[in-house]
């Protein structure tokens, strides 16, 4: 494959630098984050008191008669089995995300822009509960010190962040969903032979974010982010581009040749619908 890209690029494998972070994606307000916050605390209630169900008729048959001692033992460790347990294991395995950052589209990333690991998830959960959420340290200053860390830091960082070296960002950015860039003339025949088979959702959904936001991204980061995408997208889509391609040229034509494509699926499947059921209303209201 042959790509002219600015000669300051450095060939990595993968999306990973700080830079895509701050440059590609929203970083994460104060308040989806106290949101999410809200939510994750909910989801950790009622886990909670599902686990102290569980263990309280697991405990019982074993060790009858046992006395309130025991019992309060045994809301200690389910207390901390959820206010530990719960974030690490959700931000660990789910990729920086728990309950409440799905649902308002935010994500834990590590300051160079890549997936956060076990350490990472331990370390800001600690700090959690020892200063910031519930604060055991400082119980009634620790949320108002966590919020005031936010509200300061450029990055909307909170302590355990700082400690984890952690960043927490939007995954759902605002650019337009419609939005697909025009096939360049000259790549279209080439592009109609295209294997596209490995271009996942996630990975199409990265191309067209940095398309459409290329010009609000400076240099060098622009080439740096521009020279990654397409080494990835060459390493599952073939056949190479003609000598000389531009890096951009190559991702718009690979992108809107996805597109053509998906949009020539979609109409062949409504014919067929409509040669079998030919008076079948639209799928949705408004549509055709």
Known sequence: MTIEMDRSEEPVDRLVSGEAVELDVRVAG???????????????????????????????????????ASTQA?????????????????ETLAGGRTIGKLALGLRVVGDDGGPIRFR??????????????PGLVLPFLAPMIALATMLAHPRGKRIGDLAAGTIVIHERAPAAWGWVPAMPPHLASWASLLDLTRLDDELALALRHYLARNRQIHEPARSRIGYALAVEVSAR???????????WAYLAAVLAERHRRATGRLAANRAATASVWPDAPPAWPGTT
């Open 74 to 90: 045994l809301t200690v460790v389910v207390a901390v089995v959820v206010l530990v347990g719960y974030p690490v294991t959700m």
């Open 30 to 68: 104060v308040g989806s984050r106290v949101l999410a916050r809200i939510l994750d605390a909910l989801a950790q209630g009622v886990l909670y008191l599902l686990l102290l169900v569980v263990a309280v008729l697991v405990v019982e048959p074993l060790v009858p008669g046992a006395d309130a």
């Open 237 to 247: 889509v073939t056949p190479p581009p003609p000598p000389g391609v531009p890096g």
């Open 120 to 133: 990472h998830a331990l370390t800001r959960c600690l700090v959690a509960v020892a200063v910031e959420w």
